[in-house]
């Protein structure tokens, strides 16, 4: 059976001390999330250290939000993944459309990052969506196709394993526009076909994929209802412990 997975990408948000509280009340409240949910938070690296102590040995497992394209060295500013794994990270994402948009996050780039990323033990959680005019013209499928060709067709099937994909449509996130249960099954289940093409449909089928985009309490269970949605990555509603978990309910 597939994972089920609620990811908490906290973004640019919450100070080191806010950050350890809301920590805390997640581990706190998860005793009542059923123990086939892997919770997540993926927090902001100054925040990893002290929380990965507040998640040490609990059912909450720590990511980064990115890692570097390089393994060490002169690359002043970069957080290598290394670095990542011995603060306790056990996932990073990767190829968020807020890194892509705004930092010139290019495949190339995404390939080099889940290389290392994987040789260092850490589970991906890969990015994939199309923006609102690339829906319009009805390119949501190409465009997440090609994502997926560029970045993961490197890769092997044992390294599927240790990668989860979400689906984030750029128009939702952030937006308060979630997309219909509907649309995000259609192209879930189109992103595991693409999966299952070039790895095969076992682990195309043992695959977790995310829906993200302004997933809350309210439309988690209808999402989540659907055969190829396993779990969400979570923005706004990651920043309060009550709703995150509330998500993490709706299974
Ligand atoms: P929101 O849940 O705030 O829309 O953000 C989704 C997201 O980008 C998670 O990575």
Redesign the pocket.
């Known amino acids: 059976m597939r994972k089920h997975i609620v990811a908490g990408?906290w973004?640019m948000n919450t100070t080191v001390p806010e950050g350890i509280a809301l920590a805390e009340a997640v581990v706190a409240k998860s005793a009542e999330v059923p123990a086939d949910v892997q919770l997540i938070i993926?927090t902001p690296f100054t925040h990893l250290y002290p929380c990965g102590k507040a998640v040490e040995g609990t059912r909450v497992a720590l990511s980064a939000e990115n890692c570097a394209d390089k393994a060490k060295g002169a690359y002043t500013g970069e957080i290598s993944v290394d670095m990542l794994t011995s603060v306790g990270c056990e996932y990073t994402?990767l190829g968020?459309?807020?890194r892509r948009q705004y930092y010139g996050e290019t495949d190339e780039k995404l390939v080099e990052k889940t290389r290392l990323a994987l040789a260092a033990g850490l589970k991906v959680i890969l990015?994939v969506g199309e923006n609102l005019e690339e829906r319009e013209a009805e390119k949501h499928f190409d465009v997440c196709k090609t994502q997926i060709v560029n970045v993961l067709y490197n890769f092997t099937a044992e390294d599927m394993k240790n990668i989860v994909i979400?689906y984030?449509p750029v128009w939702?996130?952030?937006?308060?526009k979630t997309a219909t249960a509907e649309q995000a099954e259609e192209i879930h289940a189109f992103i595991r076909k693409v999966v299952a093409d070039k790895f095969g449909a076992e682990v195309a089928d043992e695959m977790s994929i995310l829906y993200?985009?302004?997933?809350?309490p309210s439309n988690a269970k209808e999402l989540f209802a659907m055969a190829d949605i396993d779990g969400g990555?979570?923005?706004?509603?990651?920043l309060k412990a009550d709703d995150f978990i509330g998500i993490a309910l709706s299974f």
């Open positions: 990408n973004k993926a994402i968020h459309s807020e990015c979400a984030e939702a996130i952030g937006t308060g993200g985009g302004s997933c809350k990555l979570i923005g706004g509603a990651a």
